[in-house]
């Protein structure tokens, strides 16, 4: 199996600049679908997720090329409105499909997405905005057959989670249908604006994004154009704790530290000293790391879920105990075993990890579980005592490019190979 060795007790330094959003990625490639023409979109992380984007987006007759960090999509010729199940299973923003297809077609054939084993992730609060806009899905083992037989139409829609996949979906949906649509409770995340950024620079009319309100007033047409994909902050959280468990200084270039609020101040309070200016992070960390108070996951602006596993790591190390409480995804822990077998001592019980810090961490045989609890155990490995192997890369490459790399260049001692 390919895996990552590390060799840890390395301090970091020097700098990295994040790459684009994936989270923010996905969800345009697939509003690219409502553009019958040529889409350019700078900025694209390159990663499998990326890539499984652009294989379904051919799957139904479009043309997607990379250049560098540049996407170009064409969506002119659509010739098919079914996507395999084998596509719809690499990943859970397949999910947004539906949406798209329903907004550009009219009707799609397509099953429930895959995606990382968080929980459940039902698609329910979708398919119910959608059928409110006119959509007809029938489900039978798994395949939904989608359509909107005298089209979408604008529809007011209260979300009783303000979801983020949900909100994109609907988001798409409402864009190009008849009249208006109201989101309430809508996500507010980051992400959410930047595919609303992208719909409007095709010529979209959204408003109230970023809030818990979002109108969509849908037009007939969108228009081919380019666009710029945002800093991933997940990522840049990343680096921080990173830099955060191995200790040394690191600055953390093409970032927006106003998304990041809730990671900088715990590390901060972690024990970190932390400056943002200018789209910079600056991170040191030459004291011991210690405990704090109580995090809480929640919707944006709350804590983000998927900093939680990075962030469980740094606190592994941090002198007294932690607790962390897990509200978004009841199976979102699994990156905990893997740190216990490196010495955490980390009691989980099921959405609640109490976590007594210990000096050290050692190097250990782990596996990644997902994307994040794999990019935390590659961080924890950076600091542990000895060599790590770290398996189930496959699922760390589908948030993170080249990952090795990145590491590598703050002072790591990562590597790529074989385990
Ligand atoms: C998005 O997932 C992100 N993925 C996730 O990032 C992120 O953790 C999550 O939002 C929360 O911020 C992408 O953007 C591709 P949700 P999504 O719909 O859209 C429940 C990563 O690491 N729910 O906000 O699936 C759901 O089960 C990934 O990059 C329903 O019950 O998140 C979950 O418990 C992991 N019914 C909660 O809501 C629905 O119809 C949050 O889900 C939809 C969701």
């Known amino acids: 199996m390919q895996g990552f060795i590390i060799e840890g007790s390395n301090r970091v330094g020097g700098e990295i600049s994040v790459s684009g959003s994936k989270n923010a990625a996905l969800p345009i490639i697939a509003g690219c679908l409502l553009v019958s023409g040529e889409v350019i979109l700078r900025g694209c992380p390159e990663l499998s997720d990326i890539y499984s984007s652009a294989r379904i987006l051919s799957c139904l007759g479009c043309k997607c090329t990379r250049s560098g960090d540049t996407l170009t999509v064409n969506c002119k010729e659509i010739s098919r409105d079914h ?31 895959g995606g990382c084993e968080l929980g459940a992730r039902p698609i329910d609060l979708h398919i119910t905005a959608l059928e409110k806009m006119g959509a007809e899905i029938k489900e039978e083992h798994g395949v939904l057959e989608c359509s909107a037989p005298s089209g979408l139409h604008g529809a007011q829609i209260s979300l009783s989670f303000p979801s983020v996949g949900a909100t994109e979906n609907i988001m798409l949906a409402a864009a190009l249908a008849k009249g208006e649509t109201v989101i309430y409770n809508s996500a507010r995340e980051p992400e959410i604006a930047d595919l609303a950024g992208f719909l409007k620079r095709c010529g979209a009319q959204i408003s109230g994004e970023g809030t818990s309100v979002i109108r969509i007033c849908g037009v007939s047409e969108l228009y081919p154009c380019e666009y710029e994909i945002m800093p991933d902050r997940i990522v840049a959280a990343t680096y921080l704790c990173t830099a955060a468990l191995a200790g040394g200084g690191l600055m953390v ?56 596993p990075l962030v469980t790591a740094v606190l592994s190390r941090a002198k007294g105990v932690s607790v962390v409480v897990e509200n ?71 948030g993170y490019e080249h990952l090795e790399r990145s590491l590598s260049e703050i002072g790591v001692k990562i590597k790529r190979t074989k385990i």
Do not use: H
Not at 85 to 104: E, I
Not at 253 to 280: F, M, S
Not at 361 to 390: C, F, H, K, N, P
């Open 253 to 308: 270039k093409n970032t927006r530290a106003n998304e990041l609020r809730p990671v900088i101040d715990l590390l901060c309070e972690a024990g970190c000293d932390i400056y943002d200016y200018d789209g910079r992070i600056y991170i040191s960390r030459n004291r011991p790391l210690k405990a704090v108070s109580t995090v809480r996951t929640m919707p944006y602006p709350g804590f983000p879920t998927d900093a939680q």
């Open 328 to 398: 978004i995804f009841e199976n979102r822990f699994r990156l905990n075993p893997e740190l216990v077998r490196m010495g955490a001592d980390i009691k989980t019980e099921g959405r609640i990890a109490v976590i007594e810090g210990t000096d050290t961490l050692y190097g250990a045989r782990v596996m990644a579980s997902d994307l994040r609890a794999g990019a935390a155990l590659a961080a924890a490995a950076a600091s542990a005592q000895g060599i790590t192997e770290l398996g189930n890369i496959e699922f760390i490459d589908r």
């Open 83 to 113: 996507i395999p199940d084998k596509l719809m299973r690499l990943m859970r923003s397949s999910s947004l499909y539906l949406g798209a297809c329903l907004g550009r077609m009219g009707r799609c054939t397509l099953s429930y997405p």
